[in-house]
């Protein structure tokens, strides 16, 4: 393995209660009653308007509105990106120790490239990355793979000598349609993706070389 390649939202941040502050800020600006961080966390994964349009279809709001609700949300979010994120699991102390072992490391997420630049900043991971590639980086989203494709060129790496660390069924899809093996954290929403063990990791720490973990 050359490089590791990680979702953000659930998979190297706790993001959810933030992004429901902001969800739920867009609701009372319309009126609508505020919804339970746990149910919003569901509807992450395919980027904010999506996110929009699968909370508009479960509580019966228009439509029409979708697109003046993503503006919203993210005006929301973006004021207040990081309040209450944390990193999971052994994120901190994992990724530098994988940069030290000569593994390139980026991020493909469905997060707007600005927003996941802050986040990833504010928590002290930027500066461990090679690559970030968000929302907007390219006309593309996941499932869609040349958005995790495009990681791959910047980092210089081939799908063969990549893994991609995710925690959704669109990060799974995403993975296997670029050639690229998948890890499934365990943890969040990645429990309930069906993988077989090989398949699912505990800790970051696990996608070391061998050598260096017993070390």
């Not at 029409?64 to 207040?80: K, Q, S």
Request: proline letters at 7%; charged letters at 20%; hydrophobic letters at 45%.
């Amino acid at each position: 393995m050359k490089a590791a390649i990680f979702d953000l939202d659930g998979t190297l941040v706790d993001s959810a209660p933030d992004i429901a502050h902001a969800v739920n800020l867009m609701l009372a600006d319309r009126g609508a009653p505020a919804q339970e961080v746990s149910f919003i966390e569901t509807l992450v994964g395919e980027g904010a308007r999506m996110l929009v349009v699968k909370l508009h279809r479960a509580l019966g709001l228009p439509d029409a509105d979708v697109d003046r609700d993503t503006r919203i949300y993210l005006d929301h979010y973006a004021a207040r990106p990081v309040a209450d994120s944390t990193l999971y699991a052994d994120a901190a102390t994992a990724l530098p120790a994988l940069r030290a072992a000569g593994i390139k490391l980026g991020v493909c997420t469905n997060k707007p490239q600005v927003l996941a630049e802050q986040v990833l900043d504010r928590l002290g991971l930027l500066p461990h990355l090679s690559a970030v590639v968000g929302a907007d980086t390219t006309p593309h989203v996941k499932p869609d793979p040349r958005p995790l494709l495009h990681t791959l060129d910047l980092l210089g790496v081939a799908s063969g000598e990549t893994v991609y660390v995710g925690d959704t069924g669109i990060d799974l899809a995403c993975a296997r349609a670029a050639g690229v093996p998948c890890r499934i954290v365990d943890w969040g929403t990645g429990r309930a993706v069906p993988v077989e063990e090989p398949a699912r990791l505990r800790r970051f720490a696990d996608l070391l070389p061998a050598a260096v973990t017993a070390g």
